[in-house]
């Protein structure tokens, strides 16, 4: 055995890191060395609805609601904790008692981008990357993305090579996360699932998506990527996966609030039995934790509720929620601000590595959402 082998036998046994291995690496939790990441994004939900349920004024004709008391019926209770329950179950119900959620005004706890443009390219760009570039990025155009995202900097880590994807709603992605430079798998837009030797659920998705009426050119809906992805994560199991769900923005735009209230309370049912799929796959099971953001606020009147950008004031707040078992079960956080920008080194640091190593200009984890003992 040359002395270098032996060095790294001997550095093994006393748990230091080996050769090779970069300062990027931080200490995973000893017990569990395969974490894993689900990130989940509601295009341009908002916080007043995640902390308050369905908005009495905006459940009416002006808004787009068809049948306002059927809307009535469905979302509106009397206290804003029934409310809130009543449209996002798996959040109040799982996240608030087992997990954290960032962003509640009433709390003393804003979260806000750091970008001024308050659309999604810069928003998405900023959570993905970890700062804003107000110059560099700021239009919804398909250009690739200068910065370096956290999903490129896992995709290169050792043990996440091409374990780390991207599956959305909306067709921009593969430029927001550079999918060309990067080499993260992404499938995003109205177009069919590629590859070859697809399953059976793959070959009936693609049929579905080529029968479906188009309702937004530069989007599929929100089912069509949400069983897209399910059957991603059953057929190649990444350690890192990015779903980007949409409709709740289009919906928003259309001035619709009852299919806005509808997409919400859909992209909740998605997640609760996306985690419910997670817990019952032993790769999955008690090693992931599950991310929930949005990339940008709307405005907060009936006239600019369905709109977001430079000029709309309030949409700068955002919202994110963290559940997994390195997440210590604080519930809505009180007296902590956030900003979109500390998703990205949020992602990693669950996987136990770290993006600020690589991207000194991202911002710090969210605090507290990684227990202290194992942080490094
Ligand atoms: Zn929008």
New binding site residues.
Partial sequence: MKLKNILLVLLTLVGQPAFGQSAAKLSAPATSPNRNVVYITW??FRWQELFGGAQEILIAKDAGVADVEGVKRRYWRESEAERREVLLPFVWKTIATKGQIFGDPAKNAQAKMENTHK??YPGYSEMFCGFADDKGVDSNKKFPNPHVNVLEFLNHRPGFEKRVAAIATWDVFPSILNQQRSGVYVHAGPGPIPGEAPTDRERMLNEMISDTVVLWPDNQIDVITMQVAREYLLKHKPRVLFIGLGET??W??GRRYDRYLHAANRSDAFVAKLWELLQSLPEYKDQTSLVLGCD?GRGSTIRDWT??GAKIEGAEFVWSAVLGPDTPALGVRSDVNATLSQIAATLAVLVGEDFRATSPKSAAPLADVVKKSERP
Wanted: proline residues 0%.
């Fill in positions: 295009d341009g659309f999604s923005d289009e928003g735009h940008h709109d977001h």
